[in-house]
């Protein structure tokens, strides 16, 4: 083992903390800026920026870069995700996410979205029972988030198919029950 590599002048010691401790405050008020969304359920995207976070962090705080182009490194990254949750509106969410996927019509299972959303059937039935189903019949539609969550929606409520707008695969069957919106008037 190369022990020089894992030596620590006394010196460097306090110049390390310093590094850490300004970059982890830069951290702490760039995500407050950029808002709660940065660390909430993760998109593809997010999982992204959040894995180069740490990148820049864990070099900055080693010395491996210094602290300005560590500063500066946090500020783009928060900056180009800001962008991004500002410009979804635009259509740029087709680029930077997964799209929602119908994983259930009623109670039948759809093996094609299943592969598509790389689960198999038995993480699929793991869900279920984790939303308290007991039996297929009780299942309306089940969908893969766009952040990889899995929506379990029960049968015997009704239904307003906006709430599956953009989710591929529906209708996979034409077998959703479905109530119109109800009229405010």
Known sequence: MNYQA???DISQIGDVLLSSLIIYVCLIIFSRIVGP???SQMTAFDFAV????GAIVGATATGAATLHNGIISLAGLFLLRWLVAHFRRYGLTK???NFPIMLMDGSKILPEYLKRANITEADLLQNLRKNGITRLDQVQAVVMERDGSISVLKSGVPLDTYLLKG????PATGKI???PPLNKN
Not at 50 to 53: E, F, M, N, P, S
Not at 167 to 170: A, Q
Request: proline fraction near 0%.
């Open 177 to 179: 029950h479905v109530e």
């Open 167 to 170: 989710v591929k695969g529906h």
């Open 37 to 39: 969304r940065s660390f």
């Open 6 to 8: 894992i030596q620590l």
């Open 50 to 53: 959040t894995v180069a976070l």
């Open 95 to 97: 680029v930077v996410d």
